[in-house]
């Protein structure tokens, strides 16, 4: 037990964890739309994933690391060299993959990069002054989802679609609005564990506009929403709507008995960046189950 604890930290700490994610949300995408998968693009996803959150750590590195209070940040700033490493390598795969990838796909990418840059870059009036996403209310965790739905569901689309592929548009926007509202789920309890950083840079995010309790109502509110969606979806079929429903009712689980029972224990949060692996794990076993069984 104590070893598989270090390992869920080193995951955890080393954005490794988050990286995988990302690139199980984009797998995910290809066995949703039936198609084989595209390791160069599940490659770029974690890749970058993974250059994006180890970067924005350099960004916030403190003046005393060793002295911070967050365990995160001394063990990250302790072992340096191995964000370094780790971004290195990134950097490298991610630049092979992209140049296994269509033009499209590279003009897509800069779109994204375009939307994740309006989340600080100061480009929208608001109350007589410029300011970026994260100062507008309530738009933080819906920013994040929406990057994160762009990228695990759209871009590998596009690949598709430049590739003369054909993806069915009920099926995509079907897809896109469900991993939205899920990825909505997923970040959530991530605001409300973070809001008094967030009030102390004058954030106006969703629990701290609703108050705990009631977000963390909302948080099961979204999750019997999201599973009623996907039940009554025409788009889906059953064998990915059975990962889907076990995954909600394991972050219901999460939610219950460690996120929000636990609290002032934060790495509990980041169990529901596992969710995101397990769902991918979770629609594979269905469908394989299905195929096995159901004929």
């Known amino acids: ?5 270090r ?3 080193v995951l955890i700490f080393t954005n490794i964890l988050i990286a995988v994610a990302a690139a199980a949300q984009c797998a995910l995408t290809y066995l949703i739309f039936d198609q084989p998968y595209n390791l160069f693009i599940i490659l770029i996803e974690g890749a970058a ?3 994006l959150y180890n970067f924005s750590f350099l960004l916030s590195k403190p003046k005393q690391p060793a002295e911070s209070a967050y365990a995160r940040t001394r063990w990250v700033f302790r072992y340096e060299w ?9 950097a490298c795969v991610l630049v092979y993959a992209l140049f296994h990838v269509h033009l499209y796909t590279w003009l897509f990418l800069g779109v994204i990069g375009a939307v994740s840059i309006l989340y600080s870059f100061p480009i929208i009036p608001y109350q007589g002054k410029w300011v970026g996403l994260r100062q507008l209310p309530a738009m933080k965790v819906f920013h994040i989802a929406l990057v994160w739905t762009l990228s695990s569901v759209a871009l590998p689309a596009v690949e598709l679609w430049a590739q003369g592929e054909t993806v069915d548009s009920v099926l995509f926007y079907s897809l896109f609005a469900f991993k939205f509202l899920f990825l909505v789920i997923c970040t959530l309890p991530f605001d409300i564990r973070d809001i008094a950083q967030d009030s102390y840079y004058h954030l106006r995010t969703i629990p701290s506009m609703l108050g705990v309790e009631k977000a963390i109502r909302l948080c099961y509110i979204l999750v019997a929403i999201h599973s009623l969606l996907v039940v009554f979806s025409s788009a889906i079929p059953w064998p990915i709507k059975g990962g889907i429903l076990a995954t909600n009712l394991l972050i219901a689980i999460f939610y219950r008995f460690f996120i929000f029972e636990k609290k002032g224990h934060y790495h509990y949060t980041y169990l529901l960046d596992l969710a995101l692996v397990l769902q991918f794990l979770f629609v594979l076993l269905s469908v394989a189950l299905f195929q096995a069984f159901g004929g």
Do not use: C, S
């Open 82 to 90: 191995l964000l370094w490493l780790n971004m290195t390598i990134a």
């Open 1 to 5: 037990m104590k070893l598989l604890r």
């Open 7 to 9: 390992v869920y930290y």
């Open 49 to 51: 994933t993974l250059l």
